[in-house]
């Protein structure tokens, strides 16, 4: 069982960055791949970025590719999204995911989920 508690969201004016933390309780935090996923309102839930627990390759979707970064600290049990260059678009509750089996982008591959955190981001 893993529990994950996502932080660092709120208010960002356009071009602004943020740091998203999810912190993870579990011992087998550092075998799992993790991701992070946004919603926005009306709107379908969309991968945003993974990383995986193997060799710590990282995935990002188009719209965030250059201006995001996923990490992850295995010993804080912790992975992180820097994201720069904020725009409105961004707008969203983002989740923070773990996945012990294969893939990376399909929501329905992730087992476990955080509660989310709001992201605004104003023009």
């Known amino acids: 069982q893993v529990q994950l508690v996502e932080s660092g969201g709120g208010l960002v004016q356009a071009g602004g960055s943020l740091r998203l933390s999810c912190a993870a309780s579990?011992?087998?935090?550092?075998?799992?791949?993790m991701g992070w996923f946004r919603q926005a309102p009306g709107k379908e839930r969309e991968f945003v970025a993974a990383?995986?627990?193997?060799?710590?390759?990282?995935y990002y979707a188009d719209s965030v590719k250059g201006r995001s970064t996923i990490s992850r600290d295995n010993a804080k049990n912790t992975v992180y999204l820097e994201m720069n260059s904020l725009k409105p678009e961004d707008t969203a509750v983002y989740y923070c995911?773990?996945?012990?089996?294969?893939?990376?982008?399909?929501?329905?591959?992730?087992?476990?989920w955080g509660q989310g955190t709001q992201v605004t981001v104003s023009s």
């Open positions: 579990g011992r087998t935090f550092s075998r799992y791949t």
């Open positions: 995911a773990a996945n012990n089996g294969g893939g990376y982008y399909y929501g329905s591959s992730y087992d476990y």
């Open positions: 990383i995986t627990w193997s060799s710590g390759r990282t």
